[in-house]
């Protein structure tokens, strides 16, 4: 989790999720490289195929799914969805490990099948703040320090609102389109190439 005085913003990913970013790609790019060095027997896409699509699950279990908080709004970010909504009263944190974010009916967990850091919900779920209407501003969404300032945490955090405005929850849900088609078309190119 980072935060940063300037623009009030923190993000919680799970452990190593930046590594995987990197790691994916670059394991996928080795794998293709050595591709010449197969027997004749065994074409590349018997290889690349299903190793593209067993890299591609990993990456978007494990370094896609992600909280973020920016002067007053939530993005929780999985596999399938990516919701919005303002830091309101309205909405509940629950959940052990794995934070449930609900609102009424609705709800979105970061994650599917992993299990984030476990010092998140004390963060998501801090009784200091300030609220203005349905909107509240947690202390912890501050940079470190502004939690035992007081004074400093408090001036900061009226800011926040300032900004934000009076606002309702706006819970808008996005679907990753573009998610399900890859994994589609890499699900298809694996099975054609192992089976064909």
Known sequence: MTGGRANMRWEMHLPGARVVWVLAPVAFGALAVLTPLLPARVGPDMVLAPAALLLWVVWV?????EVTYHDGEFVVRNPFRTVRFSASSAVEVSGSGVPQFRHGSRSIRPVVMLVSPGG???TLRAGKGVTRGVNTVRMETLAPGHDVDEIRGGGALHAMLERAGDRPPAWVQTWN???FTLTLALVA???TATLL
């Open 120 to 122: 998140a919900m004390d």
């Open 189 to 191: 190119w694996a099975v």
């Open 61 to 65: 279990l494990w370094a896609y799914p």
């Open 177 to 179: 389109l573009p998610g």
